[in-house]
């Protein structure tokens, strides 16, 4: 195929489509590698789901950490899923190609649920300060419209944030080489392939990440440095305990979840090779996801006991149908 053939708009482009050469090393264990995130796929989406059923069916879940853990749930479907499945199928395939509508479509599903999910967090912080700090008030605080508000605008942060930014990096010419050196369509790889100067873009996306991202992370310091000093002063041991439970499931999550970001993002790329970034990239997508059903299940006694209850009351329903 000649230039002349594929070349849309002047020079805007030489193909519609992009070539994901991430993973390539890996070629001997391709196969392998399908099966192992084949499974851990479908781990994730049984764990989360399951999570939001449990919510949903059980009353007593009804409450603010829970309406934010369903927010989350979903938010973790999305995000595995907006990379796993086409990672999949071109782990079975010899040319890994990808439409750029499907890779801009891959980006903004990709990037709206990170944002989203940085602010959610933070939302969660707040709840969990609200609850620790100021229990008297809390049912008046955490309210249904409260609630309802926080995680809105965790929502409308993240789409109109990444929408605004995937559609300016997907209005950059690309021309020249339509490899993408990753296994799907991230920020860095695809900005790195556009022919045009990005010092504009780069930025806004400093600013984007400064407020977008870290601010989120810096709130949820402060919520725990205040609810630390909340519990230090608790007078019994057995309350500080119990105080730190209830918190204690939502800083593990942020504690992968960030630290797996800040190595995948933040880590200069010179002082690594290509292989091991793309590793950890792939631990970023898969094991937020993977371990945060697990984390809110195995270290909480609520969902635990909902858990049984509605296995229980499954049992007790099919022995009458008997």
């Known amino acids: 195929m000649t230039f002349s053939e594929t070349e849309l708009r002047g020079n805007q482009t030489i193909s519609d489509v992009f070539i994901l050469v991430g993973l390539s090393y890996l070629d ?3 196969i392998l590698l399908f099966v192992v995130l084949l499974v851990m796929y479908l781990v994730t989406m049984v764990g989360n789901l399951l999570v939001m059923l449990l919510i949903k069916i059980n009353p007593s879940l009804h409450t ?3 309406f934010f853990l369903v927010n989350l749930s979903f938010l973790d479907i999305c995000f595995i899923t907006s990379v796993i499945p086409q990672l999949l199928v071109h782990l079975l395939m010899e040319e890994k190609t990808i439409s750029i509508a499907r890779c801009a479509a891959q980006l903004y599903v990709f990037t709206i649920m990170g944002l989203t999910e940085c602010s959610l967090l933070a939302a969660m912080a707040y709840d969990r300060f609200v609850a620790i700090c100021h229990p008297l008030h809390y049912a008046i605080i955490m309210g249904s419209q409260a609630c309802a508000l926080l995680a809105g605008a965790s929502w409308l942060i993240g789409i109109s944030v990444e929408v ?3 559609t300016w990096i997907f209005s950059l010419p690309f021309c020249g080489s339509n490899r993408i050196h990753h296994f799907f369509c991230d920020v860095p790889p695809v900005v790195k392939i556009a022919c045009a100067d990005v010092s504009k873009y780069q930025i806004v996306a400093f600013f984007v990440s400064a407020v977008f991202i870290i601010g989120p992370f810096l709130l949820i310091l402060l919520s725990y440095v205040y609810i630390i000093a909340t ?3 608790l007078p019994s041991v057995e309350g500080r305990c119990k105080a730190l439970s209830t918190c204690s499931s939502h ?3 942020v504690t992968i979840f960030y630290g797996l970001a800040m190595v995948s ?3 200069p790329k010179s002082s690594s090779n290509p292989e091991s970034h793309e590793m950890v990239s792939l631990l970023d997508i898969i094991v937020p996801p993977l371990f945060n059903p697990l984390i809110y299940t195995l270290r909480n006694k609520e969902m ?6 509605t296995i229980f ?3 007790v329903s099919q022995n009458q149908k008997n």
């Open 231 to 233: 519990i230090l002063k």
């Open 64 to 66: 603010p950490m829970y």
């Open 265 to 267: 993002y933040l880590v």
């Open 28 to 30: 001997k264990l391709q």
């Open 304 to 309: 635990k006991g909902a858990f049984r209850k």
């Open 313 to 315: 009351n499954r049992i």
């Open 251 to 253: 800083l593990l999550v």
């Open 164 to 166: 605004a930014q995937t």
